[in-house]
């Protein structure tokens, strides 16, 4: 059975609850799906003073050398000023090994995100994460047409062609709506579906 694995990182649990609706994408595949964490790596006064938020019932990730154990990789960060968080762009500057084994080469890998308002830095972001993916020979799985959802315009949702993604509003109080948790769960589906095909 292919196993995948979604990682991420979250400060308000916008990206975690993304994370979760991809895995369960991903298990409806009927491929297996684990969700791990990157450590935090903000100083302990900020993480307090803007009240970060993890969740616990997610494990932080083993190490670099786990990724090459999957048959697929879906990794989501929140979009600091149209980027990476760097929390997850620590965690990727320690996979010069897994880029030297070539583990992930072929493999299918997707990217999610959040960020506060619609024009955020959202895509630029997704590539950010792409970026890496791409680095690492994997197969790049976007948010295709085939989910109807990301062509609505009767409210402001996230969603691209690139990668989920979730609006969190600027105070963090938007939490992701039925259509971007849909499309997260229709990219894991896609990744899980798409990654069992290749591991046979």
Known sequence: MARVLVLYYSSYGHTSQMAEAIAEGVRESGAECDIRRVPETAPAEIVENFGFSHNENHQLIEGPDALGSYDGLVLGAPTRFGRLPSQM???????????ASGALIGKPGAAFTSSNSQHGGQETTLFSLITNMLHFGMSIIGL???????????EAHGG???????IAGPDGSRQPSEVELAGARYLGKRVGTTAAKLAN
């Open 89 to 99: 762009a620590a965690f990727l500057d320690t996979c010069g090994g897994v880029w």
């Open 144 to 154: 295709d047409y085939g989910f109807e959802g990301q062509n609505g315009i009767d």
């Open 160 to 166: 691209a062609p690139y990668g989920a993604t979730t």
